[in-house]
């Protein structure tokens, strides 16, 4: 079963716009991740914001999370077409992750 | 150092087929997952290995899906008599000790096709 849902499914922006996605859970959680894919192969991690932290940066990366409604979002801000990819949030279930379906994010030069 | 390495990148079999799928995790890894990642679709967790502890296999989809690891490092993922539904990438991601479940490196996967 998926923890997480991402939304939206597909994004497209110009490069220099920022980018949101939003991702919503439904158990308590201790930490939720970010990752990103490329090309549907291998994942790198992004970000890790605990439970309680309501926000935290990385980089260009924006990461907010709202435990009482269950939800995160990522911020790309200053997007480029490197950044294109699907982005996925994960959270814990026992001894692995659960990942949603992902947020594709197509940036156009 | 070297990361997480899977082979073969592609594998297009036929149904009915048996394959083997490899994953090298880092050096010293204590941890081992497999996930399944079909079209458009998020991760899917299939099985997790720590140490030389039991496994769990908890997301194998049926008994047609096996896994071992040799020696705490090198793992195989064994799927009998494939079905075209089977079709999607295997990812495989190690952890080192102590580092819990968040802290996973991945491969860059398999890409099987069951014709």
């Known amino acids: 079963s998926q923890q997480g849902e991402e939304d939206p499914q597909a994004l497209s922006i110009q490069e220099g716009e920022n980018a949101t996605m939003n991702c919503s859970y439904k158990?308590?959680?201790?930490?939720l991740q970010w990752y990103r894919q490329n090309s549907g192969r291998g994942l790198v991690h992004l970000i890790l914001?605990?439970?309680?932290?309501r926000e935290k940066h990385s980089g260009r990366l924006r990461v907010t999370l709202d435990t009482s409604k269950k939800s995160s979002s990522l911020l790309i801000t200053a997007s480029r077409a490197a950044d294109t990819a699907s982005y996925f949030c994960?959270?814990?279930?026992?001894?692995?992750?659960?990942f949603g379906k992902g947020t594709t994010l197509s940036v156009s030069s | 150092g070297a990361g997480v390495s899977q082979s073969p990148s592609n594998k297009v079999t036929e149904k009915g087929k048996d394959v083997e799928l490899r994953c090298d995790p880092i050096?010293?890894?204590?941890?081992l997952y497999w996930y399944r990642q079909s079209l458009g679709q998020g991760l899917e967790f299939l099985i997790y290995?720590?140490?030389?502890?039991?496994?769990?296999k908890s997301g194998l989809p049926s008994d047609r899906f096996s896994a071992e690891r040799t020696g705490g490092s090198v793992s195989t993922l064994t799927i009998q008599r494939t079905q075209q539904e089977d079709s999607a990438v295997y990812l495989c991601?190690?952890?080192?000790?102590?580092?819990?479940?968040?802290?996973?490196?991945f491969g860059p996967g398999t890409r099987l096709t069951v014709t």
């Open positions: 991601a190690s952890s080192p000790p102590g580092a819990g479940v968040y802290e996973q490196y």
């Open positions: 158990t308590s959680i201790n930490n």
């Open positions: 914001i605990r439970s309680n932290e």
């Open positions: 994960a959270t814990e279930a026992g001894t692995a992750l659960i």
């Open positions: 050096s010293g890894h204590t941890a």
């Open positions: 290995f720590q140490g030389n502890s039991a496994p769990d």
